[in-house]
C-alpha cells in the first residue's frame, strides 16, 4: 500500500520579501542549527542539556526564544513552515547569543517521526491554525495519530501543552487527548484550562486574539 503524506495544516510558508538581515541568517546562522537529516539523537543534537523540549509551529518564535533564554540547561527543537517566521525566530537566536535551540523549516510531524521514544520532557502546540470550517477539520494538527506520536516521543511524565482561542478546536483536542491512552489531561480545576501554566511567556498570536473564545489552555501528561 502507497503510504500518502498527511494533508498540509499550515498556510502561506513565505509572506512579505525578506529583509537584507533576514536572507543573512537564513544562510549562514540556519544551516549551523538547522536539525541533521535522518534519525535524531538528543546526545548529539544537545550534548550538554538535561532534557529535551519540542515547540511546533513556533511562529516568529517568541515563545521558543523566551523558553530557551529561561532554561539554559535544556534543548529546544523548533519546527515552522513559514520562512518569515524562520527568520525572525534566527534574528531572537543571534539577539540572545543561545546555544540551546535547532531550529527547522518544515512539518513538524515528519520531525517527530524522526525522535526516538521517549525523549521529549515537553511539546508546546501553541494557537495552532484553527481550520474552523468543518470541510477543513482534517487539516488541523491536532489528530489521533499526531497524538500518538507526540505520546510515543514524551518521556513518561513529560507533558504536551496546547492552547487555543477558537472553541471548537479546544474540544476537539481535549476529546482527542482523552482518547490517547498514553496521555493524561492533568487539569484538577477550571483554573487550570482558563490560565496558562506558571512561567507562560505569551505568543504573537495569543496577544492578536483572534479566535472566537478566550485561550483555552489544556496540559497532558505522558502515562
Ligand atoms: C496560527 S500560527 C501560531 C504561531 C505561534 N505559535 C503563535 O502562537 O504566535 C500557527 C503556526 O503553526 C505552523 N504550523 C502549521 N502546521 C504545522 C506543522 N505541521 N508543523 C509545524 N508547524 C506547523 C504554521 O506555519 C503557523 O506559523
Not at 498540509?8 to 549551523?32: C, D, V
Not at 509551529?57 to 529546544?76: C, N
Not at 500518538?148 to 516521543?153: G, P, S, V
Not at 479546544?170 to 493524561?184: C, F, S
Request: glycine fraction near 8%; proline fraction near 9%.
Amino acid at each position: 500500500m502507497i503510504a500518502h503524506p498527511p494533508l498540509r495544516s499550515y498556510g502561506r510558508i513565505k509572506s512579505r520579501s525578506l529583509k537584507p538581515n533576514q536572507t543573512r541568517l537564513l544562510s549562514e546562522l540556519a544551516p549551523q542549527i538547522a536539525l541533521p537529516v535522518g534519525r535524531l539523537e538528543p546526545a548529539t543534537l544537545f550534548p550538554k542539556a538535561k532534557a529535551l523540549v519540542l515547540e511546533i509551529g513556533f511562529g516568529s518564535g517568541e515563545h521558543l526564544i523566551a523558553r530557551a533564554k529561561a532554561e539554559p540547561d535544556r534543548g529546544f527543537i523548533g519546527v515552522e513552515p513559514f520562512l518569515n517566521g524562520l527568520a525572525s525566530c534566527l534574528r531572537g537566536v543571534e539577539d540572545a547569543g543561545l546555544n540551546n535551540v535547532r531550529l527547522h523549516q518544515g512539518d513538524a510531524r515528519e520531525v517527530l517521526a524522526r525522535l526516538p521514544d521517549a525523549c521529549l520532557e515537553a511539546v508546546y502546540i501553541l494557537f495552532p491554525d484553527p481550520w474552523p470550517k468543518a470541510r477543513h477539520w482534517k487539516r488541523r494538527l491536532i489528530q489521533p495519530e499526531v497524538l500518538a506520536a507526540i505520546a510515543r516521543a514524551l518521556v513518561p511524565g513529560g507533558e504536551m501543552r496546547f492552547a487555543t482561542d477558537w472553541a471548537h478546536y479546544g474540544a476537539w483536542t481535549l476529546e482527542l487527548l482523552l482518547r490517547e491512552p498514553k496521555l493524561e489531561w492533568l487539569a484538577q480545576s477550571a483554573k487550570d484550562w482558563r490560565e496558562p501554566w506558571p512561567g507562560h511567556s505569551p505568543t504573537r498570536y495569543q496577544l492578536k486574539g483572534l479566535g472566537d473564545c478566550l485561550p483555552i489552555w489544556l496540559r497532558a501528561a505522558k502515562r
